[in-house]
């Protein structure tokens, strides 16, 4: 039996995007080596698609698509290769990737992420108007 991994920017996904990829879903696609230097590819309804490029175009993947290793494939705004997704997954440490959520015991110290407050936003400076384009309640961009 091969193994299946899921791709995106969320903790759950076995093969993690880096998160300034913004628009690559938290679990975006599955993968899985089917041999014959292949992959199959299944695209999770997500919201800024999969593709996948033939020559120069780019196709949307609908469902699943076989492609090969070295084959361009776009994830929202992320280009890579199946290979090297699946690369990345093979050499992933364990624990992490494998889509298990670590759990600590409430008497265990936090690690040095979690020891940080989180700091808020600035405050916006009083008296002092936005310039340039803006959305309004409707979405539409409106210039001041």
Known sequence: ???TYTVG???AADIRIPKVHDAVGKLHLEIEDVGHGQARITDLNSTNGTFVRVGRKWEEVKGSRTVAFEGEI???DY???PHRLLSEAVTAPLGQGSGEKKY???KEEPDEDEKKPATPP???VAGKKRTGPRRNEFGEI???
């Open 9 to 11: 920017r969320g903790s």
């Open 122 to 124: 600035p405050l916006p």
């Open 142 to 144: 409106v210039h001041e």
């Open 74 to 76: 776009m994830l929202g």
């Open 1 to 3: 039996m091969k193994k």
């Open 79 to 81: 280009t890579t290769t």
């Open 104 to 106: 600590r015991s409430s």
